[in-house]
């Protein structure tokens, strides 16, 4: 069943809001994401057309990069979408993916995997608790952002100077 689904066989043209909730995994978001996945949809429908826009908010809980602590992230994405009527079987949409064709006789739309899509692609690739995160001591292991540690920097190996010198060249 599908947890964000718009019913269209029905609507009159105008505009339209739906608001919808559901647990992360019911749209196949895994343990990492917690509360509720939120969406407003408002949609613009003409006769020939329906004009989506989508605010999603969610929560997730991961691990940082540099210190390895718990954080959570608060995401908050948009997207529009555009959906054309058409009886032909093929239409070439030129890989526009803001652009989906329906067939007359269609009934609903299904939001649930571009809002799962959406989500994982607002989770950054570097995951950091906060920008000025100091990190783990690579000496002691200590997290640098609860304790300060006496370690001295280490200084680097010497056998990379050689590989030094070609770059300050």
């Known amino acids: 069943m599908a947890e964000f689904r718009i019913n269209i066989s029905n609507l009159s ?3 339209h809001e739906h608001i919808f909730e559901a647990e992360p995994s019911k749209i196949g978001l895994d343990k990492r994401f917690g509360g509720t996945v939120r969406v407003k949809a408002v949609l613009d429908k003409s006769l020939r057309q329906i004009c989506l826009k989508a605010d999603i908010t969610a929560e997730g809980t991961f691990i940082c990069d ?3 602590d718990d954080f959570k992230w608060q995401i908050a994405e948009s997207y529009s979408m555009v959906y054309f009527f058409s009886d032909r079987s093929t ?3 030129k ?3 803001e652009i989906q064709a329906l067939s007359p006789d269609t009934n609903y739309i299904d939001l ?3 809002v799962r899509q959406y989500i994982l692609l607002a989770v950054p690739r570097k995951l950091l608790c906060s920008e000025d995160c100091l990190g783990i001591c690579p000496i002691c292991g200590v997290n640098r952002n609860n304790k300060k540690c006496s370690c001295k920097n280490q200084t680097a190996d010497s056998r990379w100077d050689e ?3 070609l ?3």
């Open 13 to 15: 043209e105008g505009i």
């Open 66 to 68: 540099r210190c390895l």
């Open 91 to 93: 239409v070439d949409l």
């Open 95 to 97: 890989k526009d993916e």
């Open 112 to 114: 649930d995997e571009d």
């Open 163 to 165: 590989l030094k010198k």
């Open 167 to 169: 770059t300050h060249n």
